[in-house]
């Protein structure tokens, strides 16, 4: 009788083995179900973003030389910003397309909208016959001219007439360089000191590196607005000249959407808000 009661308890107990591995593996397998069933890719209908034409919005490249304020400078949190970015924000928004910045030298500038790695340049860039030559400009959207500026104590230099035997500060690639190099060439100046961004040129004039800088007025006037007593502005403007955006010879297309889109930003007064900051981007 023992004997018996023995074995029908060890049947008893592998039956129990039995049944529990069989819902085990019945559980696995639904686990396994739900799982896939939980990673599987969800449909999604991408929405591409549109214009008021209902045409979907092409994205520029701008080339900019983010060092030249107050016209294009680096915040504190990195990004690019001033009266050039705000405006052709202002254009794109009009003329419903989208801008990435992209900062480099301003010296490459023109080069790389030719090899096509920029579609625009929004870099405080000087229209003169020379980059006609090269790129389209629209438009002019600001009226510049070169200025003569001395530290606020200088006292000798009043104009041109006074630059003999100077050193001039300029920044590399610029119309300020260009008269430096005019005025070497005339024997006027002895020596030009050129940096890859303005406010080096500015730095240099302040810690008595050179004697005078040229370099573009309005930026010059936006300087002086923010830091007052540093530097000054001395004599007539040199040359009278004005700012365009550039885009690739023969592209018309866009050269096309930027004119229509200033003569809109103008017309709706938002261009004249826009001067206002002017000082604001020396502080940046």
Do not use: W
């Not at 209902?54 to 009266?83: C, H, L, N, W």
């Not at 030298?105 to 023109?110: H, K, N, S, V």
């Not at 018309?252 to 001067?275: P, R």
Request: hydrophobic share 40%; with cysteine.
């Amino acid at each position: 009788m023992k004997k018996m009661l023995k074995i029908m308890a060890m049947l008893f107990v592998i039956a129990t083995v039995v049944f529990a591995a069989g819902c085990a593996e019945q559980g696995g397998e639904e686990t396994v179900e739900e799982a896939a069933e939980e990673s599987a890719p969800v449909e999604e209908t991408a929405s591409a973003e549109v214009n008021a034409s209902g045409e979907e919005m092409p994205t520029y490249i701008v080339g900019t030389e983010a060092q030249f304020p107050p016209f294009e400078i680096v915040d504190s949190r990195g990004k690019v910003v001033g009266f050039d970015v705000d405006l052709l924000n202002a254009i794109a928004e009009d003329q419903g397309f989208k801008v990435q910045y992209l900062d480099q030298d301003f010296a490459g500038l023109i080069p790389a909208l030719q090899t096509g790695n920029i579609d625009i340049i929004a870099s405080g860039m000087t229209i003169t016959e020379e980059r006609e030559q090269e790129v389209d400009f629209s438009e002019p959207y600001i009226t510049a001219g070169l200025a003569l500026a001395v530290p606020i104590n200088n006292e000798e230099i009043q104009s041109v007439a006074d630059l003999q035997g100077k050193t001039v500060a300029v920044q590399t690639g610029s119309t300020g360089f260009m008269k430096a190099e005019e005025l070497k060439e005339a024997g006027v100046i002895a020596e030009i000191k050129d940096f890859p961004h303005v406010n080096e040129a500015i730095e240099e004039l302040k810690i008595g590196g050179a004697d005078v800088m040229i370099n573009d007025l309005p930026v010059t006037e936006a300087f002086i607005a923010a830091q007052p007593d540093v530097i000054k502005i001395v004599g007539e403007p040199l040359n009278s000249e004005s700012y365009g955006f550039a885009v690739r010879t023969g592209n018309t297309e866009l050269l096309q959407k930027i004119n229509t889109g200033l003569e809109n930003v103008k017309a709706s007064g938002e261009y004249d808000e826009l001067l206002t900051n002017l000082p604001k981007y020396m502080e940046e």
